[in-house]
């Protein structure tokens, strides 16, 4: 019966994956014991057949495998072509972001030495910059310092100046006072030479007249002699007389003779009588002559004592004159050299003066180009935004970025919820000062001074501030705008290079721009103003990039008084155009032209520049 029944149906043995068949491969034989070969022979078919079961799965699996690594492989293949074109492609692009890398690396390259170029430029302005800056500082400094030279050399000089001016004063006065000692010298030598002669002569009127009374003493003398013979000759002859009378009566022939003897001897006598009577008259006159001649000599001996004094005291005085002549000429010698050291002092002062103002000259031009280079460097063309406050009737919202690279130079407005941004070079908020935005200007206005173009100009929706910026309130110091405070800098400015050589001119002229019709604010004849004669303003540019308006009248300007009349004028015109235009005249446009004409007799230069605002 076992043997005739069909086996039972066997379910199929199924494998889900590796785990079923190591599974299976792990099962061990196990009899009941060791002597169940039955059930040991049963447990082997029923693993026999699982083994088959296994086997089959393996090759379906197998098979699958194979069907699904076919599947694969044309996958495989159809991968592999893909791949290839990819990969042909991606060589392609390789190549291409080769040749692309090549290219870039080229410009890589050439943008990193153009960097570095850029760099090294960056840095060689920035040390130029710095150089500049300190070249700047210390040209400011030393021109500070030589101003300051200068000034204390040109009060040196002035006081030297008037210090040779009194020493010149003095020699002049010490030699007109040396000419008159020099004169009187000569007048008291005249007179001591005169006064000498006079002694000579007096002396030898004195030695003659001695002479003469020696003379007439002998004279005096002999005839004193002869008187005195005379007499011991009268005697005698009395004696003999006498020895005759007494002889007469004696001797009477002998009387006759006697008597002859005798009255020859009384003619005798008598003529010596009339002789001493001469003698004795002529002793008298002697005597007067020797008397008025003592007279005389002691006159003149008195008179010549007198010049002696005097010739003395002249003498004196000489020698004093003498001494002070020497003196004068020892201070005229110090004097002449102290003038001549102060000559030279001043020379050398003057000297210093000439290279002081060289330097001055020199660091003028430094400063010049330092000052274009930094407005070069902040940019020749710069656009500022001033928000003026909110009238009373106003509302908005404006506020200014308080971080970012906009800081100084962003605002912000809101409109209907949404936020506008807004960056120009500068932002003056509405705290912002006239002097607060002419700080910003100023150095442009120098610049013009050095021989530039300037042009300021203010747009901006009506009312929004343009007049107040540019003209402000030119009463009031704190309220004055750009145009006023322009030209005070410029006038200023001017005057201080003065001292440098230079000699500015000046040109206003002022016009104003009503539907594209010009108007000349200058003009002195108001018809001219308002009339149709508008039309003949054109507007002319030459080679040059000079910009005139033909005939427009142009004011010569030498004081910032003269430009704040003549732009009270054109204020007074503009006000007179707008009664009669009434609300359309903010429509107008102003422009204000200074023409600047400069020369440098020193350094031999011109320059023509203009500021337009
Ligand atoms: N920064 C400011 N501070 C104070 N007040 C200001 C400022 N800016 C403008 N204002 C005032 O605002 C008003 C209008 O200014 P302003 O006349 O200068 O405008 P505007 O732009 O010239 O106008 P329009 O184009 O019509 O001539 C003036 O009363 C002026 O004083």
Redesign the pocket.
Same mark, same amino acid.
């Given at each position: 019966q076992n043997a005739a029944a069909p086996p039972p149906a066997e379910a199929p043995i199924e494998f889900a994956g590796r785990e079923d068949v190591d599974a299976l491969l792990n099962e061990k034989i196990k009899g009941k014991n060791k002597m169940d070969y039955k059930g040991k022979s049963e447990q082997m078919i029923e693993y026999i057949k699982k083994l088959r079961a296994c086997i089959k799965w393996l090759l379906e699996r197998e098979d699958a495998n194979l069907a699904e690594i076919g599947k694969l492989n044309g996958l495989i293949d159809a991968a592999d072509k893909h791949h290839a074109e990819i990969v042909s492609q991606l060589e392609c692009k390789i190549q291409e972001s080769v040749a692309m890398k090549e290219e870039l690396q080229k410009q890589y390259a050439s943008l990193g030495e153009s960097l570095k170029k850029v760099e090294a430029e960056q840095m060689e302005c920035l040390r130029s910059y710095g150089d500049e800056k300190e070249a700047r500082i210390a040209a400011e400094s030393s021109r500070n310092e030589l101003s300051e030279e200068l000034n204390r050399v040109k009060l040196e000089q002035k006081r030297l100046n008037d210090q040779i001016k009194m020493l010149q004063d003095t020699n002049k006065r010490l030699q007109e006072y040396n000419t008159s000692l020099q004169q009187y010298n000569c007048n008291l030598q005249a007179d001591a030479t005169k006064n000498a002669e006079t002694i000579d002569k007096l002396q030898k009127e004195k030695n003659t007249m001695v002479e003469t009374m020696n003379g007439l003493k002998d004279h005096s003398n002999s005839v004193k002699l002869q008187l005195e013979m005379a007499k011991s000759s009268q005697s005698e002859a009395l004696k003999q007389k006498n020895n005759l009378l007494s002889e007469v009566e004696a001797l009477r022939g002998e009387l006759h003779q006697v008597r002859d003897d005798r009255d020859h001897k009384s003619a005798e006598i008598n003529s010596l009588l009339s002789d001493l009577g001469v003698y004795k008259e002529l002793t008298g006159k002697s005597s007067s002559e020797l008397e008025n001649v003592m007279i005389r000599c002691d006159a003149l001996e008195e008179t010549c004592s007198n010049q002696t004094e005097k010739i003395k005291t002249l003498q004196i005085q000489l020698a004093s004159a003498n001494e002070k002549l020497k003196r004068s000429n020892l201070t005229t010698m110090e004097t002449m050299s102290e003038y001549e050291s102060q000559k030279r002092m001043l020379e050398d002062l003057q000297l210093r003066l000439t290279e002081a103002e060289q330097k001055i000259v020199d660091g003028e031009k430094l400063r010049k180009k330092l000052h274009n280079t930094i407005l070069e460097l902040k940019g020749n063309i710069r656009v500022f935004c001033?928000v003026?406050?909110l009238?009373s009737n106003e509302s908005g919202a404006v506020s200014y970025p308080n971080n970012g690279e906009n800081i100084g130079r962003g605002v912000e407005l809101m409109h209907n919820t949404q936020s506008y941004s807004f960056a120009f070079d500068k932002v003056f908020d $509405?705290s912002?000062s006239q002097e607060d935005v002419f700080t910003e200007i100023s150095q442009l206005v120098q610049s013009a001074l050095d021989g530039y173009k300037v042009c300021i100009f203010a747009y901006?929706? *009506?009312?929004?501030?343009?007049? $107040? *910026?540019m003209m402000g309130n030119p009463e009031f110091n704190d309220q004055k705008g750009l145009i006023p405070r322009s030209l005070e800098q410029i006038f200023q400015t001017s005057q201080c290079l003065m001292s440098q050589g230079w000699k500015y001119k000046m040109q206003a002229s002022m016009l104003e721009i009503y539907n594209e019709t010009i108007r000349d604010l200058l003009a002195t004849s108001r018809t001219s103003i308002q009339d149709g004669a508008a039309s003949k303003y054109n507007i002319k540019h030459d080679a040059n990039g000079n910009t005139q308006v033909s005939d427009l009248t142009i004011v010569d300007v030498r004081s910032i008084n003269e430009v704040s009349s003549l732009l009270k004028r054109a204020a007074q015109s503009r006000s007179v155009g707008k009664t009669q235009m009434n609300e359309e005249s903010?429509r107008s446009h102003c422009v204000f032209t200074l023409r600047i004409f400069g020369v440098n007799e020193v350094c031999n230069l011109l320059l023509t520049s203009s500021i337009h605002a």
């Open positions: 001033r003026r406050p009238l $509405h912002a901006g929706q *009506t009312g929004s501030g343009k007049t $107040h *910026t903010s």
